[in-house]
C-alpha cells in the first residue's frame, strides 16, 4: 500500500456523491425497501468497480477507449438506463398503490441492478478508461502488481462507504417521510434514469455521426 491508497480513496468516495444511477437506485430501494435492499444494489455496484479495477490492472480497460467500441458502450448504457426509468414510471402508473407494485418488480434483483448500472454507465467506463486506468497501470509498472492491486482496492471501497452512508440514509428516509413524498422522490429518480439513458443515445448518436 503506496500514498496513492488514500488519495484514490478519497477521489472516489467524493466522485459518488455525486447523485448518478447508482445513487437513485439505492435511494429508491431504500425508501421503498428498507436497509438490506439498498445495501444489494450497493454491493452489486461495489462488484462493478472490482469488475473495472481487474479491466485496468491487466490494461484491458484500454480496450474501451477504442472510438468504434465506445460507441456501443454509449448504446448498451442508454438503453439499459432508458429501460429501467420506464420500466419503473409503467409500474407506477398501473398501479394503485406505486410503492407496492414497484416492490413486487424490483426487490428480487437489487444486485443485479446495482451491478448493472454501475458497469454499464457509459460515463463510469470513460471516467476508468481515461483518468484512474493509467494512474493504476502506472502503479503496476512501478510497485508491482500486488501493491497496485491494494491501492487500487481504494476505488470501489470509497464508492462502497458513501453507499452504506447513503443506504442508511434512504432507509431511515423511508421509515419517517410520508408516503407520497417518498413515492416524488421515486418518480424523479426514474425520469432522471430516463433523461441519462436519452442523453448517453445522444452521446452515441454524435459518435456514429
Do not use: C
Not at 414510471?89 to 424490483?106: E, L, M, Q, R, W
Not at 462502497?160 to 407520497?180: D, E, N, T
Amino acid at each position: 500500500m503506496t500514498s496513492a491508497f488514500g488519495v484514490l480513496f478519497l477521489f472516489s468516495f467524493f466522485m459518488s456523491i455525486g447523485f448518478g444511477q447508482t445513487s437513485a437506485e439505492i435511494m429508491r430501494q431504500g425508501t421503498n425497501h428498507g436497509f438490506s435492499k439498498a445495501m444489494l444494489v450497493s454491493l452489486g455496484a461495489f462488484l462493478a468497480e472490482f469488475i473495472l479495477l481487474g479491466l485496468a490492472i491487466t490494461g484491458f480497460i484500454f480496450f474501451f477507449k477504442d472510438p468504434q467500441l465506445l460507441k456501443f458502450v454509449w448504446i448498451i448504457g442508454g438503453f439499459v438506463v432508458l429501460y429501467l426509468g420506464i420500466k419503473g414510471i409503467v409500474d407506477y402508473k398501473n398501479s394503485g398503490k406505486p410503492t407496492h407494485k414497484i416492490a413486487k418488480s424490483n426487490t428480487n434483483r437489487p444486485f443485479i441492478n446495482g451491478l448493472t448500472i454501475n458497469f454499464i454507465n457509459p460515463l463510469n467506463v470513460v471516467f476508468w478508461s481515461v483518468t484512474l486506468g493509467p494512474i493504476v497501470l502506472e502503479s503496476v509498472q512501478k510497485n508491482g502488481f500486488f501493491i497496485a492491486t491494494i491501492d487500487g482496492i481504494a476505488v470501489p471501497l470509497g464508492g462502497m462507504v458513501w453507499w452504506i452512508i447513503l443506504s442508511s440514509l434512504s432507509a431511515f428516509a423511508g421509515k419517517s417521510l410520508h408516503k407520497r413524498f417518498i413515492e416524488k422522490i421515486n418518480l424523479i429518480s426514474l425520469f432522471g434514469f430516463i433523461l441519462l439513458g436519452i442523453y448517453f443515445l445522444y452521446r452515441a448518436y454524435g459518435l456514429f455521426f
